[in-house]
């Protein structure tokens, strides 16, 4: 089966425009994350869902940052009047079943990622 | 606040020798560390969790070790071979919540033929 997909592989905007990324999960995963990769860091945490609901929002930086699961498989991140800083490489990853507190944890499974540039 | 390090340097290391990896973690007890591999241009690849009851884990040519006194872990390559270069992350969970990974910066590992 195929793994996590994200579209486009590239994207080069212009500082105050809109942008939107998208991530398809693995087929059947329930758990979607998003996370953001600046150069020569780790992942950050932006956002989880578990289903079509935001189970968990508080690593978005701020209010220009959005992301949405309609159906409770593809998600699209958003972000609105872009500025140089958030040029990075946006991480998608999903998981069969959300871990449970002081249960085993459950494979993340990554995407290639959006390459956002801001200039 | 939590904090996840790895010593950013790269590591240069022969083919065949044995390259280890450090992970040190302050302000929290994480219940599992997991280590992930990441080329360039690809997303993290998941290699092995290791959980704080456990002292080491093995796979193949991997070893993770898991000090919860020191409060740090060890990840070792056995016989790296070229095919073994890459960047190497540790992560953990995250105290905010079980749902998030908080990943170290990285150490890229470079084998020399």
């Known amino acids: 089966g195929a793994g996590v997909s994200q579209t486009p592989s590239n994207k080069v905007t212009e500082k105050g425009k809109y942008v939107e990324l998208r991530c398809d999960p693995i087929?059947?995963?329930?758990?979607l994350y998003w996370y953001r990769q600046s150069l020569g860091q780790g992942p950050e945490f932006l956002i989880y869902?578990?289903?079509?609901?935001?189970?968990?929002d508080s690593g978005l930086p701020n209010d220009r940052f959005f992301a949405v699961r309609p159906e409770g498989s593809v998600s699209t991140l958003k972000i609105q009047r872009t500025e140089r800083g958030d040029s990075a490489v946006y991480l998608c990853?999903?998981?069969?079943?959300?871990?449970?507190?002081?249960?085993?944890?459950?494979?993340?499974?990554f995407g290639p990622g959006t390459r956002l540039t801001v200039l | 606040s939590q904090k996840i390090e790895q010593n950013s340097e790269a590591l240069n290391i022969q083919e065949g020798k044995t390259a280890t990896l450090t992970c040190n973690y302050t302000n929290y007890s994480p219940a599992y560390l997991q280590w992930y591999r990441q080329d360039p241009g690809r997303g993290p690849v998941f290699l092995l969790l290791i959980r704080e009851n456990e002292k080491e884990k093995r796979k193949e040519r991997l070893k993770v070790t898991f000090d919860t006194t020191l409060k740090q872990s060890l990840f070792h390559i056995t016989a790296s071979q070229p095919a073994d270069s890459a960047t190497y992350l540790c992560a953990s969970q995250d105290s905010n919540g079980n749902n998030r990974l908080a990943f170290g910066k990285g150490n890229q590992v470079v084998v020399i033929p």
């Open positions: 087929s059947g995963h329930t758990a």
């Open positions: 990853a999903s998981s069969l079943i959300p871990p449970i507190a002081g249960d085993v944890y459950n494979e993340q499974f």
């Open positions: 869902f578990q289903g079509t609901g935001a189970a968990d």
